[in-house]
């Protein structure tokens, strides 16, 4: 089925205005989603397609681009270039409606192709046929699988929050598509200076709003809390304050608050990430670590982050985290360039150790401390980046 669903996202939020739809004029990127999971739920083949301009490709704002947005019968999302011939044909104000049951007379001279597509709108024909088959480039991108990752290295200025949203950028490049969210659980956090705010809300108010029963069976419950970024990712930040809007300390996330928060989360995205603060004695960062998958320890090659990485991990083990050699990948990342003789020394200890090992190089952009961006990050900090991802979900 092929769904006129044309839509235009603005870089506040990526939100989705409709352009024909009986569907709601304004609508947050989740619910777009939704919207085409529940189309394509109500199709027999599962299969539904839409136009979406100032969207790229790789699901992020992009002014003036045009995206092939594509839901297959397993509800899996991809996006794939397409190009303004066929959003002109799709918008065209369509003539009357050509029935369908019955031939029509002959036409006097051959319609143009945009002007057939335009008016097989008006008939309930295949909608976007010859526009939307040259624009599938035949390359499906990665699907992400259910994964959790945690960065955690008790070392503050360890670069954990660098090395998340770097993860984050590189998964979304490779998906295609908003399926994957970092959610800062670190009380002093500074994911929200380095990315995009357009949420209203915090991780406090949606630990607080997961606690009830049949929060998130729809998508749309956690628009308020997810900060949209332009490459196709989400977050979910901490709030700036330690005092709540009526004047009192906000308490700190708990074990049950993160798992709630995990369980919500999931109903919307398959790959997300914790990053988490420096008091490994904290139950926030004891419930994350306990359900990651995979485990980051960013480390900086000096021996302050070494040492207290190594006595994370002892700890952890002592409590009962097993399988750690199999969960845990170190991450050489420094907003200076290291010292090479110690990275050389402690490089060759975990190597000896059989500790699996993987890098993200200095990159000027990211020692700029403003927002990290995809598109500004060196060539080699991008195939780094994209490198670590594809180790995660190996």
């Known amino acids: 089925m092929n ?30 989603v939704e919207e085409l999971r529940s189309a394509a739920a109500r199709t027999p083949h599962g299969d539904v397609q839409a136009l979406v301009l100032n969207m790229s490709d ?58 057939r597509d335009a008016a097989q709108i008006g008939g309930g024909l295949d909608l976007f046929s010859s526009s939307f088959t040259a624009a599938d480039s035949g390359t499906a991108p990665t699907s992400l699988p259910e994964v959790t990752v945690v960065t955690a290295n008790t070392k503050g200025g360890a670069s954990k929050t660098t090395v998340a949203i770097l993860t984050m950028l590189a998964a979304a490049h490779l998906a ?40 998130a069976q729809s998508p749309k419950d956690l628009t308020r ?3 949209w970024q332009p490459d196709g990712w989400a977050s979910v930040v901490c709030p700036h304050s330690i005092v709540s809007n009526d004047g009192g300390l906000i308490t700190d996330l708990s074990q049950a608050d993160v798992e709630a928060v995990i369980a919500a989360m999931r109903r919307a995205f398959s790959m997300l990430l914790l990053d988490t603060g420096n008091n490994a004695k904290d139950p926030a960062w004891q419930a994350a670590v306990a359900v990651a998958d995979t485990i980051l320890v960013p480390v900086q ?48 200890a975990l190597e000896r150790d059989n500790w699996r090992i993987m890098d993200l190089p200095f990159d000027r952009h990211v020692a700029s401390k403003g927002v990290i961006e995809w598109s500004r990050l060196n060539g080699r900090t991008r195939t780094a980046a994209t490198a670590l991802v594809k180790a995660i979900l190996a």
Request: charge should be neutral; glycine fraction near 6%; include cysteine.
């Open 58 to 115: 790789r699901a992020a704002y992009a002014a003036g681009a045009v995206a092939l947005v594509k839901i297959d019968s397993a509800g899996s999302l991809r996006c794939l270039p397409s190009d303004a011939l066929a959003w002109d044909a799709a918008t065209r104000p369509a003539p009357a409606p050509i029935q369908a049951e019955l031939p029509g007379p002959p036409a006097p001279s051959a319609p143009s192709p945009a002007t």
């Open 176 to 215: 295609g598509h908003n399926d994957a969210a970092l959610i800062d659980i670190n009380p002093e956090g500074s994911l929200a200076d380095h990315t995009v705010r357009t949420g209203v809300d915090d991780v406090i108010g949606l630990a607080k709003a997961a606690s009830v029963p049949g929060f």
């Open 3 to 32: 769904l006129l669903a044309t839509a235009v996202m603005s870089p506040a939020g990526l939100k989705v205005a409709w352009v024909e739809h009986d569907a709601p004029t304004d609508l947050a990127a989740v619910d777009f």
């Open 225 to 227: 809390f997810l900060n």
């Open 301 to 348: 090659w000096d021996p302050d982050t070494m040492v207290r990485a190594q006595r994370m991990l002892n700890d952890m083990a002592r409590v009962g985290h097993t399988r750690l050699k199999e969960r845990v990948i170190f991450v050489g990342s420094s907003a200076v360039r290291p010292n090479r003789k110690q990275e050389k020394t402690y490089r060759a």
